[in-house]
């Protein structure tokens, strides 16, 4: 649904399985596995049921306002990867309209189908506290608690790069976008983090960016 490699798939989830792992070692308050949603159904019965409903999600979607499907729309193009399975990047706008809104319908079908399989983002389990990075309720409408990407931001954290705004008297963690960190680039210091539990899961955590500061969005 969003045209991204199998391979970038799985390096994320494997550093992101190590970062757990090192959360878990220094700490004894809580712990944190990682579950797959397709571990928990037949993937078969996901596409026959995706194949069956994905005319119903279309004309739900056409009967939202505007405004609503051009804010879902944004975020569907945000989260695609043009030069990923397939070589978008030489289609024409109206080639890459129509794209991301069937990206953004698979992707709703899938939600929709993928939660109710599950039976809902607590899968029946009293204890469970289901968690979403966005304001809202689960597919099921079952209530969540919204914890966003980072408090300071609304940037999805895999959309964006993390960065430390640097204030006089307090220092924000922020996500950005990739367009607002192309515009801040030149403002932005790349500073050294010596921490080898995190430079041994990937060299992308050896190093972070930071703006001296106050930043307008």
């Known amino acids: 649904m969003n045209n991204m490699p199998r391979d970038f798939v799985n390096n ?3 550093d ?15 712990s944190f596995d990682f579950v797959s949603s397709h571990m928990s159904y037949d993937e078969n019965i996901l596409w026959e049921l995706m194949k069956q409903k994905r005319i119903e999600r ?10 609503e499907k051009e804010m879902r729309l944004k975020t569907s193009e945000n989260n695609f990867c043009w030069d990923g399975v397939i070589d978008y990047t030489q289609k024409s706008t109206e080639e890459k309209q129509k794209i ?15 939660s109710k399989l599950r039976g809902g983002s607590a899968a029946g ?8 990075f966005r304001r809202g309720v689960g597919a099921n409408n079952e209530i ?16 964006g790069i993390g960065i430390l705004e640097i204030r006089e008297d307090k220092i924000i963690p922020r ?10 680039r030149e403002k932005l210091l790349k ?16 190093y972070i960016y930071i703006f001296l500061g106050k930043l307008n969005f």
């Open 144 to 159: 969540c608690l919204n914890v966003c990407s980072c408090a300071s931001s609304t940037v999805a954290f895999w959309v």
């Open 191 to 206: 500073v050294r983090v010596d921490i080898e539990k995190l430079t041994k899961i990937n060299e992308n955590y050896s």
């Open 100 to 114: 991301i809104y069937n990206s953004r319908i698979i992707n709703e079908t899938f939600l929709d189908i993928d």
């Open 16 to 30: 992101f399985k190590k970062l757990l792992n090192m959360f878990n070692e220094i700490q004894s308050t809580v």
């Open 58 to 67: 279309e004309k739900s979607f056409e009967n939202l306002d505007m405004q």
């Open 125 to 132: 389990r009293d204890n469970a506290i289901p968690v979403l």
């Open 175 to 184: 996500i950005i976008s990739k367009k607002q960190f192309e515009k801040l």
């Open 12 to 14: 994320y989830i494997n």
